[in-house]
């Protein structure tokens, strides 16, 4: 599936989609980019090292990125996602040097010299700083699948706004406006499909008993989340929306959607929301593709069958974890 980039703002969630893409050999994750979303992009960088740590795979070279949006005030979600981003787990730091260079260094470097794919699982301030300095660069990104936006799903932290894209909407819409210029698309997956992702605590309880040593990680990481669902929403469990997106990218028949031209709104009561142009109002070449529809049940056995092993190293196979059927 060649190289990619997965450019993040860990977060719980964003974790749990890291330890995916760790697990799946279709996958060479060339590096890893940090922005200001969930957390603070330079205590993204840790946390991402912490599931590098865990994952044994800390040859991979995590990049800090920018720490405040293009142009609104920083605004975390850490009321989500603890004080630490990693569900006040408190886990400790990985020690060791920095690779040299920024996020938009390393971005950069790399599409001058290759094609890659990206996979965009926070606010996409980097990216667009990026393309607004080099647009030629959008050529060479191979596929952009972004977690962010909406389309019938109401949003995360507004009305009509899903997080990622509230935090930084300058970006999101730089984005999308400069792909559909370069006749490009985005894949976006948003709460329409991610919604449906939900980590419960039978789940939970299932994942250590097959694999005690990344169940306790999980476990430890998610605690706080499944809280906060609890109070806010009323959902027994935890939504983990970052996780689809590596799956989607990995295997298409994950999620079903439609190409549109989508806009996004950069600011006032409509701040980050997805306007997605489904009915072709504005007649326009799309410059996006929105998933609407997942099987959550295929996405569990998936993201488990890549993530658990069993005593002797090997990994689950999606027919080994049939019992999700029941849980």
Same mark, same amino acid.
Not at 58 to 69: A, M, R
Not at 110 to 131: C, Y
Not at 282 to 293: A, D, R
């Given at each position: 599936?060649?190289? @990619?980039?997965?450019?993040?703002?860990?977060?719980?969630?964003?974790? /749990?989609?890291?330890?995916?893409?760790? +697990?799946?050999?279709?996958?060479?994750?060339?590096?890893?980019?940090?922005? +200001?979303?969930? =957390?603070?992009?330079?205590?993204?960088?840790?946390?991402?090292?912490? %599931?590098?740590?865990?994952? *044994?795979?800390?040859?991979?070279?995590?990049?800090? $990125?920018?720490?405040?949006?293009?142009?609104?005030?920083?605004?975390?979600?850490?009321?989500?996602?603890?004080?630490?981003? /990693? *569900?006040?787990?408190?886990?400790?730091?990985? !020690?060791?040097?920095?690779?040299?260079? +920024?996020?938009?260094?390393?971005?950069?470097?790399?599409?001058?010299?290759?094609?890659?794919?990206?996979?965009?699982?926070?606010?996409?301030?980097?990216?667009?700083?990026?393309?607004?300095?080099?647009?030629? #660069?959008?050529? !060479?990104?191979?596929?952009?699948?972004?977690? $962010?936006?909406?389309?019938?799903?109401? *949003?995360?932290?507004?009305? %009509?706004?899903?997080?990622?894209?509230?935090?930084?909407?300058?970006?999101?819409? =730089?984005?999308?406006?400069?792909?559909?210029?370069? $006749?490009?698309? @985005?894949?976006? @997956? *948003?709460?329409?499909?991610?919604?449906?992702? %939900?980590?419960?605590?039978?789940? #939970?309880?299932?994942?250590?008993?097959?694999?005690?040593?990344?169940?306790?990680?999980?476990?430890?990481?998610?605690?706080?989340?499944?809280?906060?669902?609890?109070?806010?929403?009323?959902?027994? $469990?935890?939504?983990?929306?970052?996780? /689809?997106?590596?799956?989607?990218?990995?295997?298409?028949?994950?999620?079903?959607?439609?190409?549109?031209?989508?806009?996004?709104?950069?600011?006032?009561?409509?701040?980050? !929301?997805?306007? =997605?142009?489904?009915?072709?109002?504005?007649?326009?070449?799309?410059?996006?593709?929105? #998933?609407?529809?997942?099987?959550?049940?295929?996405?569990?056995?998936?993201? #488990?069958?890549? %993530?658990?092993?069993?005593?002797?190293?090997?990994?689950?196979?999606?027919?080994?974890?049939?019992? /999700?059927?029941?849980?």
């Amino acid at each position: 599936m060649g190289k @990619i980039i997965i450019d993040c703002d860990p977060g719980i969630d964003d974790s /749990l989609a890291l330890m995916l893409a760790l +697990s799946s050999p279709e996958l060479e994750i060339a590096g890893i980019t940090t922005v +200001s979303g969930n =957390v603070p992009a330079d205590m993204g960088t840790g946390n991402a090292r912490k %599931v590098l740590r865990q994952m *044994g795979r800390l040859d991979i070279p995590v990049y800090t $990125g920018e720490s405040v949006p293009l142009k609104c005030s920083y605004t975390d979600a850490m009321d989500t996602h603890g004080r630490d981003g /990693l *569900g006040e787990s408190f886990l400790p730091e990985v !020690q060791g040097e920095f690779p040299e260079g +920024s996020a938009l260094e390393f971005l950069e470097k790399t599409l001058e010299k290759e094609k890659i794919s990206i996979i965009a699982l926070g606010p996409m301030t980097n990216l667009a700083k990026l393309f607004l300095k080099r647009p030629e #660069l959008i050529g !060479q990104v191979e596929e952009l699948v972004s977690m $962010g936006g909406n389309f019938r799903s109401h *949003g995360n932290c507004s009305p %009509v706004a899903e997080y990622n894209y509230w935090c930084d909407p300058d970006a999101a819409a =730089v984005c999308y406006e400069l792909f559909g210029e370069a $006749g490009k698309k @985005i894949e976006m @997956i *948003g709460l329409d499909v991610t919604r449906k992702i %939900v980590l419960t605590p039978n789940i #939970l309880e299932y994942i250590c008993r097959l694999d005690p040593e990344n169940g306790d990680f999980i476990r430890k990481i998610t605690g706080f989340y499944m809280d906060f669902h609890w109070e806010y929403e009323k959902i027994i $469990g935890c939504v983990i929306n970052d996780p /689809l997106a590596v799956a989607y990218f990995i295997d298409r028949s994950m999620c079903r959607g439609f190409d549109s031209y989508t806009a996004v709104a950069a600011d006032g009561i409509c701040r980050g !929301q997805t306007v =997605v142009d489904s009915m072709d109002f504005w007649k326009k070449k799309p410059n996006s593709h929105i #998933l609407t529809e997942t099987d959550s049940g295929k996405f569990m056995r998936f993201f #488990l069958s890549r %993530v658990l092993k069993k005593e002797d190293g090997s990994r689950w196979r999606e027919e080994e974890l049939s019992l /999700l059927e029941s849980l």
